[in-house]
């Protein structure tokens, strides 16, 4: 048994060390070892282990071409010494373990890490709301090396919960955490142009009727009105049109039919997730009737992946390799000032 070969002050310790080879430019990061990892004295080899191997089954990843390591690397009678899951945040002696966690990571050859769970992702990121972030590269710093994080739902939730799709987003967050590994990923530089002046609605109106493909459309609802529309016209570009608040009353009419004249353009294919929503409220609240052709990812994907979630950032999460987005603009300060 693995547990044999371990040097005797850390046997004596408890502690499961890590497996595998550092310099992997893969890392998988789990929270602490359970019973069996005590046992065998390797990390993920008890229930959660196998369905971890599972996933990097599908992933077509094999153990051996992985390192794995734990956050905290004694089994823990009691998590909340190390951390409190409800606030996300690490006790001191957590954080003496998010340390050593941190500083075997910044020694290693690491490109990308998968952060198994809540703890493993407040360790690296500092933030724990991973049924939000999940699937989502994050850029770090560790070693003066940068690295990419990608949280991904801890396998024993699996046992727990018995939500079985959710092995699924596990294979795919491996998946992407081994492609970008490979390839290397840095957040992509996105322009976007928010005009301020109706002259600059209209330049902007005109930059998108340059762009040869596709517009892709959201627009943003607070309090029942339209608060701004988004309009991206290529993988790195959008102009972003602020509404509710954002001008005076003649020229909030004069941009309402820049934006109509946009919206009804015939013959530009126009993307939305759930159309549904967007068309029928533009038509019921604002008097717009938006042109087809309409193309819907939420029912595209809905189509292709049934079971999976649906809405607009789970399926970024699994179709692009986009940063996590939703906290780049504060939409509820945005109420609170209004
Ligand atoms: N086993 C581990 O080694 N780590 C976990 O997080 C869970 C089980």
Redesign the pocket.
Known sequence: MAFINLPLEKRRAGE?PPEGDPSRPLAI??????K??VLEG????????RV?SECMHSAGITRHEVY?T??IKVKPDNLSRFFNKRTGRFTPDGEEWVGRLRHELSVSGARAIVC??K??TAALLGRADITAIRGYPFEVLLGGIKRVIVPTI???ETLYSRNSIHRLYIAHDLQKAARLARDGWSPPRIEITIPQTVHEVRAAAELLQRATGPWAIDIEVINFEVSCIGFAYARDRAVVVPIARAWGLDAEVEVWDILAELLETPGRVKIFHNAIFDVQFLAQHNGIFVAPPIFDTMIAHSLAYPDMLKSLGFIASVHTDLPYWKDWADFKSIEREE
């Not at 990061?29 to 359970?34: I, K, R, S």
């Open positions: 499961v990061v789990g929270e602490a070892p359970g069996v990892e390797r990390p993920f080899v008890g229930p959660a282990g971890l794995i734990n956050t198994c769970g703890v493993a801890h396998p024993a």
